[in-house]
C-alpha cells in the first residue's frame, strides 16, 4: 500500500515495478517510452498498423511473429536502417493493415505486464489525445515512465524524455495529483519551451544522433500533432476509432 499512490487519482512511477505497483489498482495505464518505442506505436498506428508488442528480438520472436501472421521489427541499425525497427521514421509510410511485431526492453516489456488493465501507448506526440481517453475511461490513471536499462548491469536508468512524456500526459488530466505524478508536471512544464532541444541534449537523445538517428529524435519531440490513441485490444496495438 506504501507504494501503489492508491490516495491519488493520478499516479506516476518507473519501469516494471511502477507496472507491478500501480496496474492492479488503476483504470487503466499508459505506457511512455518517448525514444522510441511509444512514438514508433503512435506513428504506425495512426497510420493503419497493428502492433504487437514483444519483450526481446530473439528465437522466440520469430516464432512468435509466425504464430500471429505478423512481418518482425529489425534491430536499428548504426547509420542505416532497412525495413521496419524501433526508429520511428523507419515506420512514417507503413501502409494500413501492416501486422508488425515489435520487440523493445521496455516499452513491450511493460506492455506486457499490464495484466487485465487497460493499456495505452503515449508520448509527446499524442499526449492530449491519450489523456483525453484516459480520462473518459476511468478516474484512477497510472503513467508509467519506461526508462532505459544500463549496458552494464541491466539496471533502470530513469530517463530525461519518458519523465517529459509522463509529465506532458500527466499535465491534461483532472484529479488528485501523487508527488511523483506532480514533479513529472512540473517537469515538462519547465522544459516545454524547447522539448526539441533538450530532447536531442539529453542522453538518450544524444545517442540516438551519434547513431545517426537524429530525424527520430526530431519525430518523437514533436508536441501535440497526433489524436492517434494506440489501444492494446487483445495482444496488439490499434489506433481507438471511437464509435459513432
Same mark, same amino acid.
Given at each position: ?13 518507473w519501469?516494471?515495478?511502477?507496472? #507491478? $505497483? ?27 498498423? !497493428?502492433?504487437?508488442? =514483444? @519483450?526481446?528480438?530473439d ?6 511473429? *509466425?504464430?500471429?501472421? #505478423?512481418?518482425? @521489427? &529489425? ?8 525495413? =521496419?525497427?524501433?526508429?520511428? *521514421?523507419?515506420? #512514417?509510410? !507503413? ?14 516489456? %511493460?506492455?506486457?505486464h499490464?495484466? /487485465? ?6 508520448? %509527446?506526440? /499524442?499526449?492530449?489525445?491519450?489523456? $483525453? ?7 484512477k490513471?497510472?503513467?508509467i ?5 544500463? *549496458? ?7 530517463a530525461?524524455?519518458? %519523465? !517529459?512524456g509522463?509529465?506532458?500526459?500527466? &499535465? ?6 501523487s ?9 515538462? $512544464? ?7 532541444? =533538450?530532447l536531442? *541534449? ?11 538517428f ?5 519525430? &518523437? #519531440?514533436?508536441?501535440?500533432? &497526433? ?11 490499434? /489506433?481507438?476509432?471511437? $464509435?459513432?
Amino acid at each position: 500500500m506504501i507504494y501503489n499512490q492508491s490516495e491519488f487519482n493520478l499516479r506516476c512511477e518507473w519501469g516494471t515495478q511502477g507496472v #507491478a $505497483q500501480l496496474a492492479p489498482i488503476s483504470d487503466v495505464v499508459v505506457i511512455v517510452d518517448v525514444l522510441s518505442f511509444s512514438t514508433c506505436v503512435e506513428i504506425a498506428t495512426n497510420n493503419g498498423a !497493428i502492433i504487437f508488442p =514483444y @519483450a526481446i528480438r530473439d528465437e522466440s520472436a520469430i516464432d512468435y511473429t *509466425k504464430s500471429v501472421q #505478423a512481418e518482425l @521489427a &529489425s534491430h536499428r541499425q548504426r547509420w542505416t536502417t532497412t525495413g =521496419y525497427s524501433l526508429s520511428p *521514421k523507419s515506420v #512514417a509510410q !507503413i501502409p494500413a493493415g501492416t501486422r508488425l511485431v515489435l520487440p523493445s526492453p521496455n516499452g513491450s516489456f %511493460l506492455t506486457l505486464h499490464t495484466g /487485465n488493465t487497460p493499456t495505452l501507448a503515449g508520448c %509527446l506526440r /499524442n499526449c492530449q489525445a491519450v489523456a $483525453q481517453f484516459a480520462q473518459k475511461y476511468g478516474d484512477k490513471i497510472a503513467v508509467i515512465p519506461a526508462g532505459e536499462r544500463w *549496458k552494464e548491469d541491466g539496471s533502470l536508468r530513469p530517463a530525461f524524455e519518458d %519523465l !517529459i512524456g509522463a509529465g506532458a500526459i500527466l &499535465s491534461y488530466l483532472h484529479g488528485s495529483l501523487s508527488p511523483e505524478a506532480e514533479v513529472a508536471v512540473t517537469t515538462f $512544464q519547465a522544459f516545454q519551451h524547447d522539448l526539441i532541444g =533538450y530532447l536531442k *541534449k539529453c542522453s538518450s537523445g544524444k545517442e540516438l544522433i551519434e547513431k545517426g538517428f537524429e530525424s527520430d529524435v526530431e519525430l &518523437s #519531440a514533436a508536441y501535440n500533432v &497526433s489524436d492517434c490513441v494506440p489501444f492494446l485490444t487483445g495482444n496488439a496495438y490499434v /489506433n481507438y476509432t471511437p $464509435q459513432a
